[in-house]
C-alpha cells in the first residue's frame, strides 16, 4: 500500500485497477483493500475534486 499511496500522491487520485490474475482472495480480504484503497484516495483527494471526461 506504500507504493500505491506513492503513485497516487504522484498522479493524484485517478481510477485504478490492481490485477490479480488468478489468486484472487476471499471476498471480506478484497473488501477491506477495496476500503484501504479508498482512504488512500481520500487523502490525496483532500478537498481537490477530480473531473473525468
Known amino acids: 500500500w506504500d507504493l500505491y499511496a506513492q503513485a497516487i500522491a504522484q ?3 485517478v481510477p485504478t485497477l490492481i490485477e490479480r490474475d488468478n489468486d484472487i482472495p476471499a471476498f471480506d480480504v478484497l473488501l477491506a483493500e477495496a476500503r484501504q484503497a479508498e482512504r488512500i484516495l481520500q ?3 483532500g478537498d481537490a475534486r477530480v473531473e473525468h471526461a
Open 43 to 45: 487523502a490525496a483527494r
Open 11 to 13: 498522479l493524484g487520485p
